[in-house]
């Protein structure tokens, strides 16, 4: 009596496609269908089939919906990919009386469990009542336990020019069994939105930092890894900026108490030293003269308003002063009292 080779081979953990060759040869060598000559089908795991595996000790009901393509008696049993049956689900294996585009349900026990470790899947063969297998169903057990894992949070000086490099360390407790991917990402630069308010700035990308996506594997025995983000250097005077690194598996926050990792560019630019200066000549005016003459004489005249200049000189990065004035008006008073003081607060926004 012939009897059927399955062979079946996973593509990708992290895809959501299965490739499964199958080969069907007689006993003396024989093919006996074309995917036994090398052809292979690329099945597609429906999101109906993929259940995150639960906490352990915790068992859920996976249930898998296929259309029967002809009239009769139907077989099924189940088989593992990836998947250990009775650890991670529980094996199937029954005879269904099918009636040709009826759709039928396989329910399958999903075990939790608390391992850290890559998605799994399992998978379903369809028999009409020769033997000949009809359908391959796959189903995914999506791994919901994440490992402790932490950052640090660096400082960096900008510099004038040029880039400079915020590194971040990501850190492990514990080796993982199998490959564990981390999606390190910051906002793109059309999506920010500035969330700075008082002393906290958050930098902004594209202009202070290069934007970045990229995928971390953690595998075997590595417990750290790094990454960089370049910081885009300038001589303007600013305050420290934070710039934002979302750290994410399966986009699922990764970081022991959340998703975002926080570094420093430290502004390494003074107002005395590559940003700008301010110097200007105090005045003091007899308030019941006018200062400019505008009645035409030296009379006191209480009510007169006394248009003054101010002259304030900044000096920018060039080392080139240029001359800012400012105009205010002083109002006499004939009350009796001691002389005042008007202060000028010269502030850089």
Request: hydrophobic share 40%; charged share 20%; glycine share 8%.
């Amino acid at each position: 009596m012939p009897h059927k080779v399955f062979k079946k081979w996973i593509s990708s953990l992290s895809s959501f496609f299965i490739v499964i060759l199958i080969s069907a040869c007689s006993d003396s060598g024989t093919s006996s269908n074309s995917a036994a000559n090398g052809s292979g089908r690329t099945l597609e795991v429906p999101e109906s089939n993929i259940v995150l595996e639960g906490a352990s000790g915790e068992t859920q009901s996976l249930s898998m919906l296929f259309t029967s393509p002809v009239t009769g008696n139907l077989t099924y049993q189940s088989f593992n990919i990836t998947a250990a049956e009775k650890s991670d689900y529980r094996p199937v294996s029954a005879a269904i009386e099918a009636l040709e585009g009826e759709s039928y349900s396989i329910a399958v026990d999903i075990f939790g469990d608390s391992e850290i470790e890559g998605d799994e899947q399992f998978g379903i063969s369809v028999f009409d009542d020769t033997g000949t297998e009809l359908l391959v169903l796959v189903a995914q057990i999506s791994n919901d336990d994440l490992p402790n894992l932490t950052i640090n949070t660096p400082t960096i000086s900008e510099g004038d020019f040029g880039t400079a490099r915020l590194g971040f360390t990501l850190s492990l407790n514990s080796p993982v069994v199998d490959p564990y991917e981390i999606t390190v990402s910051t906002v793109e630069c059309e999506q920010w939105v500035d969330l700075s308010s008082g002393n906290e700035r958050y930098a902004t990308p594209c202009v202070d930092f290069d934007t970045l996506n990229t995928t971390l594997t953690f595998t075997g025995d590595v417990q750290s890894l790094e990454f960089d983000v370049v910081v885009i250097s300038d001589d303007i005077v600013e305050l420290d900026e934070l710039v934002v690194v979302n750290i994410t598996s399966n986009e699922v926050e990764a970081l022991v108490g959340g998703g975002v990792a926080l570094g420093t560019i430290r502004t390494d630019e003074t107002p005395n030293d590559q940003g700008f200066s301010l110097s200007a000549s105090s005045q003091i005016l007899n308030e019941d003269f006018n200062n400019v003459g505008g009645d035409g004489g030296n009379e006191a005249n209480d009510n007169l308003w006394q248009l003054v200049n101010y002259k304030v000189d900044v000096v920018n990065p060039e080392n080139i002063i240029q001359a800012q004035y400012i105009e205010f008006n002083l109002k006499g008073d004939e009350s009796a009292q001691e002389g005042g003081a008007l202060v000028l607060s010269l502030i850089h926004i």
